[in-house]
């Protein structure tokens, strides 16, 4: 079994950043990838990033190219989302996923349905 506990949210001004944080524990072996999706209210959670567990390789959606930073340190076994920059429409509940197949349904891991855990997630609050 694996456990997600995602921290470091909370409230912060437009223009602002926060680092989230999301530590794995349990089953250490055989990640794929990791990721984060948000949900604000009234709305579907939608794909925020997306790390390789080995490799480099990071996916981004386009709301966030560029502001968000996608991290993770593999003897912590903890993924990190960086987000600067931040707008009032980033307010939302954030979650990490975690992958342990050896495959996503694209490159992009952009699927809820790619991820076989979940955090319980996290609140993010941007003020205007």
């Known amino acids: 079994q694996v456990q997600l506990v995602e921290s470091g949210g909370g409230l912060v001004q437009a223009g602002g950043s926060l680092r989230l944080s999301c530590a794995a524990s349990?089953?250490?072996?055989?990640?794929?990838?990791m990721g984060w999706f948000r949900q604000a209210p009234g709305k579907e959670r939608e794909f925020v990033a997306s790390?390789?567990?080995?490799?480099?390789?990071?996916y981004y959606a386009d709301s966030v190219k560029g502001r968000f930073t996608i991290a993770r340190d593999n003897a912590k076994n903890t993924v990190y989302l960086q987000m600067n920059s931040l707008k009032p429409e980033d307010t939302a509940v954030y979650y990490c996923?975690?992958?342990?197949?050896?495959?996503?349904?694209?490159?992009?891991?952009?699927?809820?349905?790619?991820?076989?855990?979940w955090g319980q997630g996290t609140q993010v609050t941007v003020s205007s």
């Open positions: 790390i390789r567990w080995s490799g480099s390789s990071t």
């Open positions: 349990g089953r250490t072996f055989g990640k794929f990838a």
């Open positions: 996923a975690a992958n342990y197949r050896t495959y996503c349904s694209t490159i992009y891991c952009n699927s809820p349905n790619d991820y076989d855990y």
